[in-house]
């Protein structure tokens, strides 16, 4: 009985701030500088990318595009040998 009254005092309380916090979240009041914060967050996080980007290019060793690159290079010509293989198999197939 007692856990029933808590349960249902409970559900009150967190239906009543739900629609509370809905309505606070959807403010411009509250969107507008979080939207600020948020971008000069990606600006930031940016910067430090590229900071990170050149101390390693800096130190000699590949940076993450470079890495990409070489990654897909590598994918590129596995799948032309993939194909190589596949036409040779087929030409041998044909001469039996």
């Known amino acids: 009985m007692l856990w029933e009254t ?3 005092g409970f559900d009150a ?4 701030t739900a629609q509370l916090f809905e309505l606070w979240l959807k403010s411009p ?4 500088p979080m939207g600020l914060a948020l ?13 990170v980007a050149r101390w390693w290019a800096a130190m000699g ?5 470079d890495q990409e690159r070489t990654l897909h290079a590598l994918n590129q010509l ?6 190589l293989e596949e036409r040779l198999a087929g030409e041998r197939l044909a001469k039996e």
């Open 61 to 65: 060793l590949p940076t993450r595009r």
């Open 78 to 83: 596995q799948s032309r040998l993939m194909d």
């Open 39 to 51: 971008s000069a967050a990606m600006k930031v996080k940016a910067a430090q990318d590229r900071a």
């Open 13 to 16: 309380w967190e239906a009543k």
């Open 6 to 8: 808590w349960k249902k």
């Open 29 to 32: 009041l509250i969107l507008q």
